[in-house]
């Protein structure tokens, strides 16, 4: 079971960024994801959520309006497009299953800098 995530950089306030999360070793499909970042000195938080067909999906408030995620089955590969960022998304940017009892061992990360 492997969960690689891609994507992160420098990016200005305002900017934007596209990243990817490769999965592999389990029925990808059958899995709701979700998408978590983990600022530096902060606990890691729930940033968005996809069903397993794409359905539905779910943003925590802060990012909502500028953040979407997306799936491609086929793929295996999960996506959060990130626009208009700001200082605060700088963060370490991880993919995993959001229910307890189903979490994956967790990726390296996609490290986000918003800077100006």
């Known amino acids: 079971v492997q969960l690689v995530e891609s994507g992160g950089g420098l990016v200005q306030p305002g900017g934007s960024l596209r990243l990817s999360c490769v999965a592999s070793g389990f029925t990808f499909s059958s899995y709701v994801m979700s998408w978590y970042r983990q600022a530096p000195g902060k606990e890691r938080e729930l940033v968005a959520s996809?069903?397993?067909?794409?359905?539905?999906?779910n943003y925590r408030d802060s990012v909502k309006g500028r953040f979407t995620i997306s799936r491609d089955n086929a793929k295996k590969t999960v996506y959060l497009q990130m626009n208009s960022l700001k200082l605060e998304d700088t963060a370490v940017y991880y993919c995993?299953?959001?229910?307890?009892?189903?979490?994956?061992?967790w990726g390296q990360g996609t490290q986000v800098t918003v800077s100006s």
């Open positions: 996809i069903t397993s067909d794409g359905g539905i999906t």
């Open positions: 995993n299953n959001p229910q307890p009892l189903k979490r994956l061992p």
